[in-house]
């Protein structure tokens, strides 16, 4: 099955700095691939994702790179803010029932 | 908010007892999948319904079994209970199969074996 790696495990960044969270997966036939936020106590928030077909998605301060050949996509949060701070979850999925996380990275946004 | 319900919030359970846990799907979706999150990690699929029939299992034992209904809220059943199924439990909901769709989480039941 699809096996995903999610690094850093912990991220640490000044308010108004930037983050990075990368991850990478296994399986060539994934082809859809979420970003999930959770906070302490609650669900995992939809974020943002991105399909096989699209090399990058921007939403205001976040964005999603894929790169299919090297398999591997990265999240890139921009002018953090402390509300930021929350635990972040890649997922790959292939044939849209089951969704392989990653083990999740928690970040801190200093003010 | 993404509108999926689930309940109850806390559940303390002993070992060997059985325990239900229920979502109710975001209105409109047909789908729903559900997750076990242990602390410190990522959610792992349990199984899929769609359309009140499974449609893909991960690797849990046949003890953990699921049901949907025709309004497409599901439950969650879980059979002679072990330490290690203290988690959280998601329940997760989606429009349709046609492709990739997806996902919205619900905020979980944590549920303790004691």
């Known amino acids: 099955g699809e096996n995903v790696e999610q690094h850093p495990s912990t991220l640490s960044v000044q308010e108004g700095d930037s983050a990075v969270i990368k991850c990478t997966y296994s399986d060539s036939a994934s082809n859809y691939f979420p970003w999930y936020k959770q906070e302490l106590g609650k669900g995992p928030q939809l974020i943002i994702d991105i399909r096989s077909n699209v090399g990058e998605k921007k939403d205001q301060r976040i964005a999603v790179t894929l790169n299919k050949t090297a398999k591997h996509f990265s999240l890139h949060i921009t002018e953090t803010q402390p509300e930021d701070s929350a635990v972040y979850f890649c997922a790959a999925s292939t044939t849209g029932n089951q969704f392989y996380f990653g083990t999740g990275t928690s970040l801190t946004v200093i003010p | 908010e993404t509108g999926v319900t689930q309940s109850p919030t806390h559940l303390i359970k002993t070992r060997g007892q059985q325990v239900t846990l229920r979502c109710s799907s975001q209105?409109?979706?047909?789908?729903v999948s559900w997750y076990q999150q242990a602390l410190g990690q990522g959610p792992q699929f349990i199984f899929q319904y769609y359309r009140e029939e499974e449609n893909g299992r991960g690797n849990f034992p046949p003890r953990f079994s699921g049901l949907q209904f025709p309004n497409y809220s599901s439950e969650l059943n879980v059979n002679a209970l072990e330490l290690d199924d203290s988690a959280l439990y998601l329940c997760?909901?989606?429009?349709?199969?046609?492709?990739?769709?997806?996902?919205?989480f619900g905020p979980g039941t944590r549920l303790t074996v004691l």
């Open positions: 997760a909901s989606s429009l349709d199969l046609a492709g990739v769709d997806t996902q919205y």
């Open positions: 209105s409109g979706h047909n789908t």
